[in-house]
């Protein structure tokens, strides 16, 4: 099986900064996708950003220009640059990988979330 931890999460004032990160752990053969999710309270989870193995990236249209995804395939680690926060970024940032296993299956992990609370 494999295992995301993320890290880096904590209250911040708005216009601050924060870096997140998830490291993937376990029977690894390729990590695909590399994605950040983020759930408010009494919202949806949505899509932040992702950043393909080849290095293509894409992100919401809310944080476009404030956030930067980025990855480290040697660490097997996807790190997720906060700037310019604002208070509607308050939400559980959750770490997604697309993996191949050893003998090709294919799965889609989930790590355990960490809190981003911008706020005075």
């Known amino acids: 099986q494999v295992q995301l931890v993320e890290s880096g999460g904590g209250l911040v004032q708005p216009g601050g900064s924060l870096r997140l990160s998830c490291t993937a752990s376990g029977s690894i053969l390729r990590i695909e996708t590399m994605s950040w999710y983020r759930q408010a309270p009494g919202k949806e989870r949505e899509l932040v950003a992702f950043?393909?193995?080849?290095?293509?990236?894409s992100y919401a249209d809310s944080v476009k220009g404030r956030f930067t995804i980025s990855r480290d395939n040697a660490k097997n680690t996807a790190y997720l640059q906060l700037n310019s926060l604002k208070p509607e970024d308050t939400a559980v940032y959750y770490c997604n990988a697309n993996v191949f296993l050893p003998g090709g299956t294919f799965i889609s992990s989930w790590g355990q979330g960490t809190q981003v609370t911008v706020s005075s």
């Open positions: 950043i393909t193995s080849g290095g293509t990236i």
